[in-house]
């Protein structure tokens, strides 16, 4: 699918209202210095230029949203209380953001890329959603999704494939690749996305963002589709992607509605007195890339600003658990919950939660040009075919050691560095070849622990390089402190476009 425009470069960012973070835009909005028509219409205009190059706005609510900024500047003038009651009650007044497609937004659609649910339109909002725009901010649209959020590329036959705003050649991630790719483009600064194996943190790191999934059950999930069943509901997370680490706190502050309590955000975090640790690698699983030398590296860089600057000794460690994360994952994706209901197959969900496909039917009609599906989704319902409900013994021994053993790790002072990702962004397709690597991420969606994606600048060929940043349960203030600090040292997001490479 190598399309002409690959070589081409994002336009640069004209409008400096664009890289203003989100906090930082409603403050302005409060103080008049700029209208929420303004910024609105900024974001527009962006998403506009960019789109046709990355694909990665589905469907758009513009002039609905030009009408809620309208009434935002209108409350602003009108607001006697001044700045401190808006700031209270509506901390991210006027402020637009973008929705997963796979996330309820009123009068959008939420089809997930299923052609069969293609005519979806929601009538309400999710609630996490909601919250944000109870908040004050202003949704533009939705943004792509992998077929059934179930795969590391946002690719599907209602809406296509989302672009690399680096290099358009390369996929976005998955399975939330339509926010990573809009946000890195300077086309959307804050948005919402879900991980249930690394979903929100696989297309931050290849769009060099920032990207939290918290700890598991504090942000609500309600709203999605498909919903999770068996275990999974413990695995699944929503959460914020961004452009500026100063984003995370005050979105997930928001997004997690009175449970935010119990990750005590607004605590100072002293970095010099965290204990540090650094896994360079799963340990050799065989079903995972190598890690890229140059995310060798960036990680070794981080392990020394760390120690230069905060004067702590970072620890290097493996943990050999790590080598069975895929095994790990897939076990208890396919268990059954507490009461011995099984999750609803893949092979169901493909048909809208009816009869299943039959995946070797599928294939055959994939072959010949005439499935609906992807081959990422065909693929899956030929491998859940020979997927147990009932996990080895082995696999749970190493899962639960490996829960111990990093929870006790970790404690309530200590956070781990460990590769987002094998690979630096793949080109299109290319996870078709390397579909384990995402086991990276997701051990960390059974282990119910906070991860923060964190940027670290771009690498040789211009592709955006990041780590991981994990914490012990309701520990995600460490993790998004560490964040904030690893922008100051390395820069935090570049703009695309700017790298050199290409052709305009
Ligand atoms: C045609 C090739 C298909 C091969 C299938 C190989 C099996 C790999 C198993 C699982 C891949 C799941 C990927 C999940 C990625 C993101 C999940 C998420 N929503 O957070």
Redesign the pocket.
């Known amino acids: 699918q190598q399309r002409s425009d690959d070589n081409r470069r994002l336009p640069p960012i004209a409008n400096t209202l664009l890289t203003v973070p989100a906090i930082q835009l409603a403050q302005k909005i409060r103080r008049k210095e700029v209208t929420s028509v303004e910024v609105v219409q900024a974001y527009i205009d962006r998403i506009q230029e960019v789109n046709p190059l990355i694909n990665a706005v589905v469907k758009d609510r513009f002039a609905a949203a030009l009408q809620e900024a309208t009434l935002v500047d209108k409350l602003v003038v009108e607001e006697t209380g001044g700045e401190d009651v808006l700031e209270d009650r509506l901390p991210l007044l006027g402020v637009p953001f973008t929705v997963k497609e796979s996330f309820a937004l009123q009068g959008m659609p939420n089809s997930t890329g299923l052609p069969s649910r293609r005519s979806v339109v929601s009538g309400i909002d999710a609630p996490s959603v909601a919250l944000l725009k109870r908040a004050g901010a202003i949704p533009l649209g939705v943004t792509n999704c992998s077929e059934l959020?179930?795969?590391?590329e946002s690719h599907n036959h209602v809406y296509g494939i989302t672009r690399n705003p680096y290099q358009l050649g390369r996929g976005a991630g998955?399975?939330s690749g339509g926010e990573g790719s809009v946000i890195a483009s300077g086309a959307s600064v804050i948005g919402v996305g879900?991980?249930?194996?690394?979903?929100i943190r696989m297309p931050c790191f290849f769009n060099g963002i920032f990207g939290h999934k918290p700890t598991s059950g504090i942000v609500c999930n309600d709203g999605q589709y498909p919903p999770p069943s068996g275990q999974q509901p413990g695995f699944l997370c929503t959460g914020p992607m961004c452009r500026y680490a100063q984003d995370l706190v005050p979105m997930l502050k928001i997004m997690a509605g009175p449970d935010a309590e119990k990750l005590c955000l607004s605590a100072d975090v002293d970095l010099s007195k965290l204990r540090f640790f650094s896994v360079p690698h799963d340990g050799g699983s065989p079903l995972s890339s190598p890690v890229d030398p140059q995310l060798i590296q960036a990680q070794r860089k981080v392990v020394e600003r760390l120690e230069a600057d905060l004067g702590v000794k970072v620890k290097e460690m493996r943990i050999p658990q790590l080598k069975y994360s895929f095994q790990i994952w897939?076990a208890m994706m396919s268990s059954p919950d507490k009461d011995g209901k099984i999750p609803t197959s893949f092979a169901e969900l493909m048909n809208g939660g009816g009869k299943k496909v039959w995946p070797v039917w599928e294939l055959f009609k994939w072959a010949l040009g005439l499935s609906p599906h992807t081959?990422?989704a065909i693929?899956?319902t030929l491998?859940e075919m020979f997927q147990s409900s009932h996990p080895s013994q082995f696999i749970l021994q190493q899962k639960e050691s490996l829960q111990r053993e990093l929870e006790e790790l970790l404690g309530l002072d200590g956070v781990l560095l460990y590769p987002s990702h094998p690979q630096l962004a793949p080109k299109h397709h290319y996870p078709?070849f390397t579909?384990?690597n995402?086991s990276y991420t997701g051990i960390f969606n059974i282990l119910g622990l906070p991860v923060t994606q964190c940027p670290l600048g771009l690498s040789e060929e211009g592709l955006p390089l990041g780590v991981q940043l994990v914490a012990g349960k309701l520990q995600d203030r460490l993790t998004l402190a560490t964040a904030l600090y690893l922008e100051q040292a390395f820069g935090g997001w570049r703009e695309p476009g700017h790298t050199g490479l290409g052709v305009v």
């Open positions: 959020c179930m795969w590391l998955g399975s879900s991980d249930i194996g690394g979903s897939g081959i990422a693929g899956l491998v078709l579909p384990f995402f």
